[in-house]
């Protein structure tokens, strides 16, 4: 185990707070030292959300298939 990457990685994670400056976790909505709000790059999709995506695409790559299926029989 590299310890050195492993802290990298961390930092990757670290934005600084608009409103105290400090170091913060990027996915966080609520700033821990002044409780001022940020806006994460990435929110944390809600499972419903991504099982209603993988649903859609699911169909979509379903109907290209049956269409190339299609074109080869013509
Ligand atoms: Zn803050």
Known sequence: MNKKKS??????????????????LDHMTQCPFCEG????????LDPKKIKKIRGVLTIVFIAIALMILIARFN
């Open 37 to 44: 709000e940020l806006h994460p790059k990435y929110t944390s």
């Open 7 to 24: 802290k990298t990685r961390y930092e990757k994670h670290l934005v600084q707070c608009p409103h105290c400056k400090r170091d913060v």
